[in-house]
């Protein structure tokens, strides 16, 4: 047997076993998904899905809980040549020790848990993401019982929601379809390399 | 001391340690970017970092060395809306164990970094966007020496290259300023959800 018959041989056995298991994979349904970890990558992959959905012509929106916390870039594209199919939210203002202000912070997440919640409640809407909105729930600035409760029982069944940003609190794992750890492996501001346009922002 | 105020000043010494961290990164260098693991995001984080590029008027180029590694979306968004800004190649055709023909794959995976590499020697490209790229270093359908050799000697010092895929190459990641590992968490395949328009492609 050759190199390339093996090789054949192989990935026929593959491609079989890989049949198999989609063939039972039949279900659709509007999925909880976390981006989590100290990685780079959870919210650039969340924006892929929303740029996925707009190349699709589904409707999709969202809420940024905390400023900082995205490129300005994505935001800049999807308001400027996008705006028409997602909405776009920011409602938060940088990082929470940029403001050193509990009180504004608390009242800021609580209009974009507000925003959110309608959004979600819009059938039209089929993906929202809330960008870091796991940083806000890390702080309790809104109710992480309030969030899993409404995701349960009001969101439209083939609604997607997509939660994002660090330390996702262990019930929001638990409530969640789809959960992806982004792992820091290497990073170069450990070298002296600044954030980057095009890369950070 | 009130809890507002003992929040303020939690995050106010968080501030002046991360500003004094900041301000130690002053340097800008075209990065070598790797994104890998089991998990979910690996291609639409570098997606969405060719969007910034495209928002920030960058040039950008994105090499797909395995078709059915990547959301049918988003290339068509850059085909449709952005081509004359982001060059797009697809270079193979749909995943190994679909093919089963160790000799095509081959030679497509050549063709594709042959292309590679000219879009990288042209410094009108901030970024290029080497899409599954792992897979065929995996495979051996192209040298990992070979490709580590360039990017060292050949990539022009300010340019990133972005490789995305499964399994990176130990010597890869040891060559990359920038590693992110996608760790699977929770999948809804497990409970027969198939992949759906606008998570999955």
């Not at 959110?116 to 729930?137: F, G, P, T, W, Y």
């Not at 959960?179 to 600044?194: A, Q």
Request: aromatic share 6%; hydrophobic share 40%.
């Amino acid at each position: 047997m050759s190199d390339d018959d093996r090789h054949a041989a192989k990935m026929a056995k593959k491609k079989a076993a890989r049949d198999k298991i989609m063939a039972t994979k039949t279900d659709e349904k509007g999925l909880v998904i976390v981006h989590t970890g100290k990685g780079k990558g959870k919210s650039s992959a969340a924006f892929g899905m929303i740029f996925r959905c707009i190349a699709h012509d589904m409707r999709s929106a969202v809420v940024q809980f905390i400023k900082g916390g995205m490129s300005t870039g994505e935001r800049d594209l999807i308001l400027g040549r996008f705006s028409d199919i997602c909405a776009f939210h920011t409602m938060g203002e940088g990082f929470t020790w940029e403001t050193q202000d509990r009180s504004r912070d608390t009242e800021m997440a609580a209009a974009a848990w507000e925003k959110a919640k309608e959004l979600i409640r819009d059938q039209e809407n089929r993906m929202v993401l809330l960008d870091e909105i796991n940083i806000a729930l890390r702080y309790e600035y809104i109710d992480v019982a309030d969030v899993i409760a409404f995701l349960a029982e009001e969101k439209p069944p083939m609604t997607h929601v997509v939660l994002t940003g660090r330390n996702a609190h262990p019930d929001v794992i638990e409530a969640a379809d789809l959960v992806t750890e982004m792992e820091l492996v290497k990073h170069p501001f450990r070298s002296g390399i600044k954030a980057q346009i095009g890369v950070e922002y």
